[in-house]
């Protein structure tokens, strides 16, 4: 009976989708939004397996055409478009950061040093983690439509521009996550 969690899941995927409503179009096609941030909340709040399922809900209402995609777009055209490696980025990140930090629990502590410290380094790498797969399915899909790009330009036009948002959402994330984790986990824990 995990009710309770898969509820949690769902309004992270509807947190997820709102923020498809904020995005600053770039050059090379991939915008700035704040959905990254939510999906790696996600992992960082509900722990690996229902923050992983929260995008998993995000990216399957997408597929089926709910606008719920960077610029208000769905459809399956996204995902196999020049930004689906980075929505598997955000499955991948959230279920990184859901590992790393564990399940929340009521004893932590958002104080805590030692706590923010591994919030700060997990998350951290769990934006770099979106690019994983992003800048290589971003050059892939590039190729196959006749612009082929190097690794050097893709990091030029999907990396270098997103640094300074990701670094800020990245301030974020390290104090919503130390203050949410043992509030959640006093819903998640007290499940029967």
């Known amino acids: 009976m995990q009710k309770r969690k898969y509820v949690f899941s769902a309004l992270f995927a509807a947190l997820i989708s709102i923020g498809c409503v904020i995005a600053i179009p770039l050059p090379g096609g991939v915008p700035v939004t ?40 769905g459809g399956i055209a996204i995902i196999l478009g020049p930004t689906g490696g ?22 932590e502590n958002k104080k805590d040093i030692k706590f923010l410290a591994k919030i700060a380094v997990f998350s951290l790498l769990a934006y770099a983690l979106v690019y994983l797969p992003g800048i290589p399915w971003f050059m892939h899909v590039m190729a196959g439509k006749g612009k082929p790009v190097s690794f050097t330009a893709a990091l030029k036009l999907t990396f270098i521009p ?15 996550s130390a203050a949410i984790r043992p509030v959640a986990a006093r819903y998640l824990e007290s499940e029967n």
Do not use: C, E, R
């Not at 929505?87 to 564990?102: E, N, T, V």
């Not at 997103?162 to 919503?176: A, Y």
């Open 34 to 73: 704040v959905q990254n941030m939510f999906s790696i909340l996600a992992g960082a709040i509900l722990g690996s397996f229902y923050g992983a399922v929260s995008v998993l809900i995000w990216l399957t209402i997408g597929a089926v055409g709910i606008p719920v995609f960077a610029n208000a777009h």
């Open 86 to 107: 980075y929505m598997l980025g955000y499955a991948l990140a959230s279920l990184f950061l859901g590992l790393m930090l564990g399940k929340p629990n009521l004893t």
């Open 162 to 176: 997103f640094i300074p948002g990701d670094l800020i959402k990245w301030l974020v994330t390290i104090p919503l």
